[in-house]
């Protein structure tokens, strides 16, 4: 029996909070922070978005929340579960297929190539 997948593990929600609060990107979240926490690098920030860091300093956790005007209720999920996504987004509507006409359908499948017999060579005298 697996007793591991009851139990509750935290779960990093920093890229959630960057793309409710509209921050696009590693690069914006570095240019928030500079004010906050000027000590870290794209690189090392690109790292704790990405994943759930091993040891988070104090000081980043604070400088993220002040950044991004949030929690740390807001990075960090305690559950057995991963936490719901915001569905407040509307789904993206698709286009509807273009209609092609015949002239451009027949230039996409290649050139035609038309079968048809040769007369029967004539012998030579």
Known sequence: MNTNAAL????????????????????????????????????????????????????????????????????LHWGTCAPPLPTDKPARARKPPRELPPDEIARLKGPVFTVFALPPKEDAP
């Not at 000027?38 to 790292?47: C, T, W």
């Open 8 to 75: 509750p593990r935290v779960y990093w929600r920093l890229r959630e909070v960057m793309a409710e609060r509209g921050v696009p990107s590693v690069a914006a979240l570095r240019r928030r922070l500079k004010d906050h926490y000027p000590f870290i690098s794209e690189v090392q920030l690109g790292r704790v978005v990405g994943q759930l860091p091993e040891r988070l300093n104090m000081a980043l956790l604070i400088a993220l929340c002040h950044a991004l005007e949030c929690t740390p209720n807001d990075l």
